[in-house]
């Protein structure tokens, strides 16, 4: 195995880093935004009011994108076990 497979298996595997850990880091983003301006514009300045709303919308958004971050992750590693195959 070169340098080029090798830096090519870790570029894949940062994306499918990416694409599994994405969606639902995004929504815990919109949540905190959304939180920040309620607290912004309402002057409520409760430390702990961003906990709950953000572990909800986490805990739903990994419910909702798991189907496909399985799916992306398996077809990683079916790509992974592939070159295992061709190289041993």
């Not at 909800?56 to 971050?69: G, R, Y």
Request: aromatic share 12%; charged share 10%.
């Amino acid at each position: 195995m070169d340098q080029a497979a090798v830096l090519e298996i870790g570029q894949e595997a940062f994306f499918v880093i990416l694409k599994s850990g994405g969606p639902v880091m995004a929504a815990g983003l919109v949540v905190g935004l959304a939180i920040a301006i309620f607290q912004t514009l309402t002057s409520i300045q409760e430390m702990t009011l961003t906990f709950v709303p953000k572990i909800i919308m986490i805990f739903a958004a990994v419910i909702f994108f798991m189907p496909f971050m399985m799916t992306t992750i398996i077809e990683f590693a079916q790509t992974l076990f592939d070159r295992m195959i061709v190289l041993g």
